[in-house]
């Protein structure tokens, strides 16, 4: 009887392990903050790639904040901007931040607050704070 006791815990360890080891899936708000993220570093890559097209110059600033409810009218910008389509890297940002703006609008329109409509904040990045070692 002990020995079926001890598989029992060990089974029920297991399984509470592999439980606990599998992510969260992703929340809207997660799913958001993380395509922006991404999105805004693709940019800044863009913008300081050596063989980058002379087009990409002139694209509108793609630093994104979803606090800001002013991000929208960014992301519609950028997306509508018609320069630059013979660009393979600026087809898939378009295309990423079309896919951001259409899950802010639909899918996570009930999810997400808004703190701020500050449309300047998004033209100036803030600097993250530089951490001393």
Not at 33 to 59: A, G, H, M, N, P
């Amino acid at each position: 009887r002990v020995p079926t006791m001890k598989m029992l815990l060990l089974l029920v360890a297991l399984l509470s392990a592999a439980l606990a080891a599998s992510a969260a899936p992703p929340t809207c708000y997660s799913r958001v903050l993380s395509l922006s993220k991404e999105i805004t570093e693709s940019f800044k890559e863009l913008q300081t790639s050596k063989t980058v097209d002379s087009c990409v110059e002139r694209l509108p600033r793609l630093y994104l904040d979803i606090h800001n409810y002013c991000v929208l009218a960014k992301l519609r910008d950028f997306v509508a901007y018609p320069g630059c389509d013979r660009v393979a890297e600026v087809n898939e940002l378009k295309e990423k931040a079309r896919s951001l703006y259409t899950i802010l609008i639909s899918y996570c329109r009930r999810d997400l607050v808004f703190l701020t409509d500050d449309c300047n904040a998004l033209e100036i990045p803030i600097s993250p704070p530089i951490e001393h070692s």
